[in-house]
């Protein structure tokens, strides 16, 4: 993809608003179109920025205080613990959108690792009870 001629999909911050649960000036939160687990996040910058380092210092310490925040509301839903992956210099090393994004995986003790998933195609949209705009709603009221 040439992201100097497409438009960036997490730059329509509109188009995507249903599945956002938290934002501010300068991140955002968004439930993944296919959340590998039920904590599945992606936390990412306003501002186009390609990769982690591309970062501003501002958005760094935002992001540490947004994650500290959720899971610090998590910790009575049985979250505990968490995995942060980012993806860095395109399709090649799994970097599939060309606007930085940090998966956050919130740990549930029940449900598994995420990577196992992530390798096995799994996700949490192919159950039958799954509801996207319910499973949005619990995942906002962690940031409220
Ligand atoms: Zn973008």
Redesign the pocket.
């Known amino acids: 993809m040439n ?1 100097s001629t497409s438009p ?5 911050i509109a188009t995507l608003e249903d599945r956002i649960v938290y934002s501010d000036a300068l991140l955002y939160v968004l439930v993944p179109s296919h959340p590998v687990t039920s904590g599945h996040l992606l936390v990412i910058p306003v ?3 390609y990769t982690f380092i591309d970062i501003n210092l501002d958005e760094l310490r935002q992001m540490q205080t947004i994650i500290a925040h959720v899971l610090a509301r998590s910790k009575n839903q049985g979250v505990i613990g968490y995995n942060l992956l980012s993806n860095n210099g395109g399709a090649l090393v799994d970097q599939h ?3 930085f994004h940090q998966h956050c995986f919130l740990r549930d003790r029940n449900e598994g690792s995420p990577f196992e998933k992530l390798q096995n195609g799994h996700n949490i949209t192919s159950s039958s009870s799954f509801n996207m705009t319910e499973h949005c709603q619990t995942l906002k009221r962690r940031f409220n």
């Open positions: 992201s960036c999909v997490f730059c329509s501002a186009h920025r959108v060309a606007h």
